[in-house]
């Protein structure tokens, strides 16, 4: 099968076309980029030196792309610019996966509050937020697959199930998270230079970061009621990684056997959830490169609370990663393969 | 003055003796060090290269030393190694300053809990806990002060004078602390290595770390009832810097004014505390060399909590700069001398 | 085909165990440690965690191991301690990568004057020194292969064939190395810490660093004749990675596009070597994870000298790596299985 | 004594004010800023914080700052823009320390060479370039004094006195120096990125860098003839230091003791300068925040050659601190004040 990548200069897109040339089941047919075109893979992206096959970047004419015999395009594109892609492609047939945030929310409204005025509304309703581990059934229907955010993905599947079965509580939810540099995407500004950011943790975005949307969205689903979270993003001192801590009351009765109970139930052969025992905690170091989450949970019986901690790699099942999962589910390829 | 440092081979005795070196109000009598006696500062700690006037490190006889002209000595020692000295020093009316944690738990019982048998106990009576904008008159009488932690320095400054002045709710505290490696000290010990810890980013000691004894002792004290919170120390890929995120709940009424009017009136002149803007988070490289306390604060009126963020030095107003700095407010040299 | 390692708690043995484990030719047998026999795989080395297909430590009894079906060992043990290993398989008829420097040097006074005493002096006829792309025709016929230490490949690759064709001078030759801090392995040690590292660029081993006696005796065999060089090593703040920057006189006649020829003649169709253009220079974090060689130079026609740049992974091309690309064109697996 | 600081929104810039900010014998005038006039200085620069005594950026007008009372001035600006400045402020009677490029080259024509056309060829007559441990006598009777750049600093210390004395070969010099990234400035450029540059390290700029043109000017001006060298300078990922080693062969019958004789002789009480024993290196994380030179050398008998390392903080020794040693002995100050 042909698969195209749509925009290849993040850090994400780089991370996925990486991934895509190593994939057993699939040939990467275009890879695209409207500065690029026409020079190597490995010119613009020197860590695939030897590993291009001799693929140009080609041009980003949607219309062209579309007549060709790839069957599934990924989107790696700042968002608000794959309406276009997203429609040519569908119009023709084709499948996609979206890995920017403009198909992950499915209330117009929630998008318009946090990102501006929406490009391709009329396509909401033939999409659908795929985070693999957490999806309802029959979202394979759908042509156009939003895979999730970094943040979320490190927030939801820790939480999303505990509150489906009511092991924990609505309020005082508290997200602490902390992100390598590389979630920013490869933006040159001043803050993100080398000297900047080395010894340097901060927070930023508080109660206003984009992602909080999707967050809370997904967390009303699964708990079937509106729930209002503290999300609190960090930049950390990294490369590659995402370590998030939640602080969530228990509910009444639930235990930490309870968590883990529903944890193992949630995610039974799920081959990229791994739960680490109690009181050991997730490292973003040993996820790194994988599409892995770490997680784990202790009960503080001083607070009643659950501290829980999950550990990911941003560019990976925070991005490209997850997106190849999806892949592999979609079309009955081993949910592993090209992951590992 | 002279002044001596007892035990000098760890980071935080390092940074001291350099910030004494450079005083001018006093001169360094001492430098001990059972493994380095004999030996030029500068040749154990580089750093000091062309500064150390070359002194050497002297034993650690602590009667020997009781009996000389120094007026003031720093202990600079793991927990539970301390007692013999400052029984000694004070003895011979000296005065102290500790770095550890042996006589920051006013509580017998919590710091048994916390750390084990005490080896001083009847030496409590003589000593206060003393973060210097936030110690009650009379500390001074006191011979031996015990200076705080780094994580409970970036907690408390931050949240006392809420509690106490009733501006936050006493439940449902949440502080997530980011604490450069330097912080354990100069261990040697696997997980400490530069490959195991550069691009690692991972929570530690949850529900059970040490320095919640004395944040809660304090958080007492200050608010006037039992106050518990839940702490959530990590380590961050950082040689120097604590960053704090605090979430707590608005006192009805309290508003973001509130906040900031109640740490101007605690804070009004105090040097080293710099109050920024509601929106603009501290960042552990601006204070890193320095003995100030970054921190901001902002309300999410979705969730009515503060979300508070600060940002210190661990070894500068975490360790050594405080300890300079309660030794220029005891002997009344100028409250910023030798620190920046 | 199943393969066993010998010894897998240090940087490359882990490295190694996830190549094998996603080898598609091989299965791995066993993994041994004395000090974790009889724990899962991942519990040791957590990066492997979901990959390690149940797999346990197991003991280090090498009469035992010769006992089994496995065909090859890779030995990833310090140097002096693989002698009792490799005697025991290759008595048995198995086939060994050993990739400590025990059989890295063929002359024995050589290797006693720079490791001290050999453990298996006997072995030394029945192995020889592989880097693939310049090891001699015949290599195969040996059962013992040495596999190249890290600096060695990074001078090796670019300078072994210009000798070799006389297209430089085989006096002044100068060599500066910097290395990640995983070169020096797992080493607990004061001065491998984070907050030693970090920050931390310095040049150490001078004059006398064990790999100089592999890189001359090598530099010998191509050049025909004795080739003393300056080998300059230096740690600096990564992870992974070495940068190697050589100065050689170019030998009369012979310009920029000269060194090329014969590079491209040297490395016509070896898939591991990237050839930049002169100009471009090479960047460690291009090559992190694969089992390539960077290289570039450039003519300073001031000087007369060519500066000769390499960027290699330590732990991949300059060791794990390189043993599996070895155990690949022996066994006439594809030469880049297992490995980008 | 009134000073002045003409750009201050580079790290060159912001450790010169902070170091005139603590400098008794000085106080600072005004700090220009095109882009920041009218702002509170620790508005732009975070790390001055509580530091900054009311300061605000003023404009840049040089005639008006040439009719102030501030006697000296700093020009902390990119080569080519100080020309106006310097020209004002020396037909005014003032003294300037120039940190640029400018007014280091004293040939027109190699300056020309390498940075293009010089905008004010009539002040070269009037400055000298000062290395405050090699300048030669009569210096201080000129107006505009050239400060030298990083990377010659770390060369010119150890190796001018070397040539001086004939204790070394004039011929086949090698250097090789690891910069920190602050280096380049706060040039916001993609390869200057925190994602870029954690994890490499990677010569750049060779057989042309600018600095080529100091280093050798100044090397024929103490050997007392031209004076070839291979520089290659590197980038590694650090915040603060440079590191350099220096291959030359060692003069006939010159050992280790006459190298470092001749460094005893040439650097006699000059307290910045730290003499390292043979065999011990010096390391860049030592030096951070300070004006020293670490130095060092050993004699290989296999080659001839000494090996040469030294190391600075790029951003004291290497440029600001400097300026404010040669100020010290400018003005009859202590030559530490206001430097460790």
Known sequence: MKVGVIGASGYSGETLVKLLLNHSQVTLGAVTSRQHAGKPLA?????????????????????????TDIALFFLALPHGAAADYARAFIAAGK???????DFRIADLATYTRYYGEHHAPELLAQARFVLP??????????????????????????????????VVSREH?????????????????????????AESTKAYGLTKHRHLAEI???????SGAKTVIQFNPHLAPMRRGIATTITVPAA??????????????????RPFIQLLPSGETPDTAYVAGTNRVDMSAVLDPRTGNFVITSAI????????????????????????????
Request: charged share 20%.
């Open 133 to 166: 581990e957490l999806a309802p059934a029959g979202w394979k229907e759908f042509p156009l697959i939003a895979a999730p955010g970094c943040y979320p993905t490190s927030v939801l599947v820790p939480l999303a199930p505990l509150l489906r079965d009511g």
């Open 313 to 340: 790699d941003n560019l990976v099942k925070g991005a490209s990663g997850q997106a190849v999962q999806i892949m592999n589910l979609w079309f009955g390829f081993p949910e592993t393969a090209g992951l590992v």
């Open 173 to 197: 939810i508290v997200a602490n998270s902390y992100s390598a540099v590389s979630g920013a995407g490869r933006k040159v500004e001043e803050m993100y230079l080398f000297v900047e950011r």
């Open 252 to 269: 009444t009765g639930a235990g930490i056997e309870t968590l883990y109970a529903t944890w193992r139930k949630a995610y039974a052969d």
């Open 216 to 222: 809370e969205e997904q967390l009303a689903l699964h």
């Open 43 to 67: 010119q613009v992206i020197p860590a695939l030196r030897g590993l291009d096959r001799g693929m140009h970047f080609v041009g980003s004419d949607a219309a062209a792309l579309a007549a």
């Open 95 to 101: 499948k996609v996966i979206d890995l920017s945030a």
